[in-house]
């Protein structure tokens, strides 16, 4: 089992950047996919990138291609999401997961486990 705990949410405004991390703790963190989702206020969460258990394996959901990156550090038990360009539908609580799978996937049920969230607030 995993733990996970994000980190860097906040409020910023229209155009800025935020880096979102993602901390875990547990069992070998090389050996789990990870993946970021987003829960807006009365929408459903959905699928925002993933990286590959060794980083040579990434997707991205369409509205965020060319403005976010995710990336890994296998030593430092973390995963980054990097945001740029941030538009006010960007705001959400970001989730961070990680799953088993072979490959990266961008279906939240093949991630059994999550992170509590942050929140991110783009204002206009």
């Known amino acids: 089992q995993v733990q996970l705990a994000e980190s860097g949410g906040g409020l910023v405004q229209v155009g800025d950047s935020l880096r979102l991390s993602c901390a875990a703790s547990?069992?070998?963190?090389?050996?789990?996919?990870m993946g970021w989702f987003r829960q807006a206020p009365g929408k459903e969460r959905e699928f925002v990138a993933s990286?590959?258990?060794?980083?040579?394996?990434?997707y991205y959901a369409d509205p965020v291609k060319g403005r976010f990156t995710i990336s890994r550090d296998n030593a430092k038990n973390t995963v980054a999401l990097q945001m740029n360009s941030l538009k006010p539908e960007d705001t959400a609580v970001y989730y961070c997961?990680?799953?088993?799978?072979?490959?990266?996937?961008?279906?939240?049920?093949?991630?059994?486990?999550w992170g509590q969230g942050t929140q991110v607030t783009v204002s206009s």
């Open positions: 997961a990680a799953g088993s799978s072979r490959y990266p996937t961008t279906s939240e049920f093949t991630y059994p486990y």
């Open positions: 547990g069992r070998t963190f090389s050996g789990y996919s």
């Open positions: 990286i590959s258990k060794s980083g040579d394996s990434i």
